[in-house]
């Protein structure tokens, strides 16, 4: 175990659903991340979250809604996706939050599918 | 802007060998350097880092890696092969300086280590 989980671990979801995914970490970090992985493609950087601020948004869609309520909690809001949005969606922490040379720790993932 | 090229998207190597999974970067000045491990089903698990000092850098499961900063490059190595090494692993880039949040990550190489 990375100290960071992920719930759900799968997901179906349709095109008109809204749904939320919740990340925690347990590690005391104060930098979160989303990624998408999806097949044949390197890993996407999507939101940084540092000391519960947003930092970073890599050009994604609306239909992805970030949100920080705390240093050890992210959740990724999710509402009228597309079927090419079928991923999965990883979230990892950091120790510093300015970047730097700090590892970051990733959760198991959640295994997004939308029909 | 930094890259990452993982030359071989698959390498296969038999149990008791030694392995070397290549990595190759670009980044403005100096960089720091990973290697992750994903297995089936699960996130990426932080294997070993260079930031400065000795080119040969050693990490979990009896990995280590070599920083050629005239070659670029940031080759993963282990001197015996174990099965359960097989796996996909993740090379990535992040540049030096405050902000810098995007850990750039190669498309993985698919390791296979045959009994």
């Known amino acids: 175990e990375t100290g960071v989980t992920q719930t759900p671990r799968h997901l179906v979801m349709g095109m008109t659903n809204k749904k939320s995914l919740k990340c925690e970490q347990h590690?005391?970090?104060?930098?979160m991340y989303w990624y998408k992985q999806s097949a044949k493609k390197p890993l996407e950087l999507m939101f940084v979250?540092?000391?519960?601020?947003?930092?970073e948004n890599n050009s994604v869609p609306s239909r992805f809604s970030p949100e920080c309520p705390n240093s050890s909690h992210l959740f990724l809001h999710l509402h009228t996706l597309q079927p090419e949005d079928s991923a999965l969606y990883l979230c990892?922490?950091?120790?510093?939050?300015?970047?730097?040379?700090?590892?970051?720790?990733f959760g198991p993932g959640t295994r997004l599918t939308v029909t | 802007a930094q890259s990452v090229a993982q030359p071989e998207d698959q390498v296969n190597v038999a149990e008791g060998n030694p392995l070397t999974v290549k990595c190759t970067y670009s980044?403005?000045?100096?960089?720091?350097l990973f290697w992750y491990v994903q297995y089936p089903n699960r996130g990426l698990q932080f294997l070993l880092k260079?930031?400065?000092?000795?080119?040969l850098v050693k990490g979990s499961y009896g990995f280590e890696a070599e920083f050629n900063k005239s070659q670029t490059s940031f080759h993963l190595k282990k001197p015996s092969a174990l099965v359960s090494d097989s796996a996909l692993y993740f090379c990535?880039?992040?540049?030096?300086?405050?902000?810098?949040?995007?850990?750039?990550f190669g498309k993985g190489t698919k390791l296979s280590v045959i009994p």
């Open positions: 590690l005391g970090h104060n930098a």
């Open positions: 260079y930031i400065t000092g000795d080119n």
């Open positions: 990535a880039v992040r540049g030096p300086g405050a902000g810098s949040y995007q850990l750039t």
């Open positions: 990892a922490s950091s120790q510093d939050p300015s970047g730097g040379p700090y590892e970051q720790y």
């Open positions: 980044v403005s000045g100096n960089p720091y």
């Open positions: 979250y540092s000391l519960e601020e947003r930092v």
